[in-house]
């Protein structure tokens, strides 16, 4: 859903508003990916962390779903503010979430490997979603600043 949105907003500048491509789709995605998405981490990890840890696969009633939320916050938030804030807060908020969700992958990676868990929220789309975001951010970020 928010790497649609963030494909969808990058076409939308491209064509409205003339933005060059890349700006527009880095910008799109930092919004879009980063920020909002963050944001409806936060809001499943924080008030229902009991669901999202059966949809991960992981044992509910853990207060780590809480901790989770907060990175997401964290992120959630950065990604919005790069409506405002340009140039090095791109690179820092592009790196940052690369690191996370790169992270969490290799987490997911380790604990279908270990355990079998392909529950959907640890081998389906949130495993890809990871590690795809992080590539198109970093491949975009090298366009747009080398």
């Known amino acids: 859903m928010f790497p649609a949105g963030g494909i969808l907003a990058g076409i939308a500048q491209v064509l409205l508003l003339d933005t060059p491509a890349v700006e527009a789709f880095l910008l799109a995605f930092l919004v879009i990916v980063v920020g909002l998405q963050g944001l409806w981490a936060f809001l499943g990890h924080y008030f229902r962390p009991d669901e999202i840890a059966a949809f991960i696969g992981w044992p509910a009633n853990n207060p780590f779903q809480k901790e989770v939320a907060f990175g997401n916050l964290a992120f959630g938030v950065l990604g919005v503010l790069c409506l405002w ?7 820092a908020t592009a790196i940052g979430i690369s690191v996370f969700m790169l992270g969490a992958a ?9 355990t079998q868990n392909r529950s959907p929220g640890n081998a389906g789309a949130i495993l890809w979603t990871d590690v795809l975001t992080s590539l198109v951010l970093l491949v975009l970020l090298g366009l747009y600043f080398l």
């Open 85 to 91: 804030f340009r140039g090095g807060f791109w690179i």
């Open 106 to 114: 290799i987490v997911h990676v380790k604990d279908i490997r270990e």
